[in-house]
């Protein structure tokens, strides 16, 4: 599986922006770009995914740079409810299914 | 029902105990997936099953774990001759060929 890199953490303050960034500079032309959080004392849920344009939806967006090396999460505005470890993770779409394989990501904390 | 649900949603065993732990997946889900989450730690991968297919169990940690899945729904991990070092909440996952995963709430096991 290819690799994606990730800050340990970040902070953010309520209600401003958070942009969260990933490399995965060895991606291949088949393999989506999927976002993932986790709340304290949860399973992991799904955010956001996409190939190569840029995707919007109700609880983020996700930019891809043209040649998919990185992509960023975006949150529009920041919620304490937000505080979370966020997972970049490469997923190969075929038809056998696939793998998920989660790195370490990136701890978000929210400051009020 | 609409989510994965998974039981018990905690455990205590004694050392040496074995264990079962129950993984219902989003009914028509091909994909199932076990992973294992120790306290402020990644997610560790343990199997993978799609579909008909031979299961991935490139991540079970020794040979005391072992995961089976019947008629392609309800999958079961068990763990035998339970180790303190096996403490830890148990994720499972199902998804639809190629999309994203759902992730039940955990089993949280502790080994006394």
């Known amino acids: 599986d290819a690799k994606t890199t990730q800050p340990n953490s970040m902070e953010s303050n309520e209600e401003e922006p958070v942009h969260l960034p990933c490399n995965h500079s060895?991606?291949?032309?088949?393999?989506?770009i999927h976002w993932y959080r986790q709340l304290p004392s949860q399973g992991p849920e799904y955010v956001i995914h996409?190939?190569?344009s840029n995707v919007n939806n109700r609880m983020a967006s996700l930019a891809i740079a043209e040649d998919r090396k990185s992509s960023t999460l975006i949150l529009h505005r920041a919620t304490l409810r937000d505080a979370a470890v966020y997972y970049c993770?490469?997923?190969?779409?075929?038809?056998?299914?696939?793998?998920?394989?989660f790195g370490g990501g990136t701890r978000l904390m929210v400051k009020p | 029902g609409a989510g994965v649900s998974q039981s018990p949603s905690n455990k205590v065993t004694e050392k040496g105990k074995d264990v079962e732990l129950r993984c219902d997946p989003i009914?028509?889900?091909?994909?199932l997936y076990w992973y294992r989450q120790s306290l402020g730690q990644g997610l560790e991968f343990l199997i993978y099953?799609?579909?008909?297919?031979?299961?991935?169990k490139s991540g079970l940690p020794s040979d005391r774990f072992s995961a089976e899945r019947t008629g392609g729904s309800v999958s079961t991990l068990t763990i035998q001759r339970t180790q303190q070092e096996d403490s830890a909440v148990y994720l499972c996952?199902?998804?639809?060929?190629?999309?994203?995963?759902?992730f039940g709430q955990g089993t949280r096991l502790t080994v006394v």
């Open positions: 060895t991606i291949s032309g088949t393999d989506y």
């Open positions: 009914s028509g889900h091909t994909a």
């Open positions: 996409g190939l190569t």
């Open positions: 996952a199902s998804s639809s060929t190629g999309n994203w995963a759902f």
């Open positions: 993770i490469l997923r190969e779409n075929n038809n056998a299914g696939n793998m998920l394989t």
């Open positions: 099953f799609q579909g008909n297919s031979a299961p991935d």
